[in-house]
């Protein structure tokens, strides 16, 4: 398994302002994903983190919106840019480790625009 | 595109009944996953099953994945208050992603 952290854990924001969720996880690891889920509905894949190279984006999710980083096996971060209260949800993070497909999530960012 | 279909999406019981969702997949799928989300709380990894046919209980969880690998069950034997949440199940996407259904939530009465 993998611990995980997110900063921050909540945040309101204004319209059109940006905010960058960080993703730190306790050891190297493979893939990270990063999810929007909306309250009480399922999880929605935005894109997946890839180290060293670009992320890879779902189709409705577009890198000028969710710009992510990489930098490193253990750090990713995810900025929600120009933002509007559609985009208010929480936001997770995930990690897959070594050979096996399972996901460990972090805690979430739960995100509110006004 | 692939799709993974979750029903019920609620289910409330009684403490002490059991509980029972399903998921079926479009196509076949290469494994299937099991998740828990308790309330304001995160996806929780409960199971990965991977072969055709294959069943895996944890304690009062009894997980299946069918023969066609289409479809999966997770079946809870006599409920608790403390087995409230949403269950997921998550089909294994041609890149490597997981592919979420829409998820079963549980309510337990005491």
């Known amino acids: 398994s993998a611990v995980i952290s997110q900063k921050p854990s909540r945040d309101i924001c204004q319209r059109g302002t940006s905010l960058t969720i960080q993703c730190q996880v306790d050891?190297?690891?493979?893939?990270m994903f990063w999810y929007r889920q909306q309250p009480g509905q399922s999880l929605t894949l935005i894109a997946t983190?890839?180290?060293?190279?670009?992320?890879?984006?779902e189709s409705g999710f577009v890198i000028d919106k969710f710009p992510i980083s990489r930098p490193n096996l253990t750090f990713s971060t995810l900025t929600v840019s120009n933002m509007s209260p559609e985009d208010s949800s929480i936001y997770l993070c995930?990690?897959?480790?070594?050979?096996?497909?399972?996901?460990?999530f972090g805690p979430g960012t739960r995100l509110t625009v006004t | 595109g692939q799709q993974v279909m979750q029903i019920p999406q609620y289910q409330h019981v009684q403490e002490g009944e059991d509980f029972t969702t399903y998921c079926n997949s479009s196509t076949t799928l290469s494994n299937i996953q099991w998740y828990k989300q308790r309330p304001g709380g995160h996806p929780v990894f409960l199971i990965q099953?991977?072969?055709?046919?294959e069943v895996k209980k944890q304690k009062r969880l009894t997980f299946q994945f069918g023969e066609a690998k289409k479809n999966s069950s997770l079946h809870i034997t006599a409920t608790q208050t403390t087995d409230v949440g949403t269950y997921f199940c998550?089909?294994?996407?041609?890149?490597?992603?997981?592919?979420f259904g829409k998820g079963t939530k549980l309510s337990v009465k005491p």
């Open positions: 983190a890839n180290q060293g190279s670009e992320a890879t984006y």
């Open positions: 050891s190297q690891v493979t893939m």
């Open positions: 998550a089909g294994l996407g041609s890149q490597g992603n997981l592919i």
């Open positions: 995930s990690v897959m480790t070594g050979d096996s497909y399972e996901q460990y």
């Open positions: 099953l991977v072969k055709s046919g």
